[in-house]
């Protein structure tokens, strides 16, 4: 959930997920492209805005352990800048 900032233009944002050791792959909109990782909001305009949530969609931790760290980096694709990097701990 962006919790502070100004609105980010989905144009502009890129959402990437790094799922443990593999490569960040960017994640598309689940409404677009369901495979995963995708990205589901809950507000339906054409910008990230304060208290809007993102959910991310994976298949898991893609190499038969029962847990993995995953990495979520919001990029400002348009500026080049990251905003926002988080790791998340998950269970297959």
Known sequence: TMDQGGDLGWASAKVKVAIGQNAAVTAGNCADDPTAPCYTVTESDTAWNVGEAVTITTQGCDNGDATCT?????????????LDTLAIAMEN
């Open 70 to 82: 995953v990495t979520v980096t919001v990029l400002n694709d348009r500026d080049g800048v990251t």
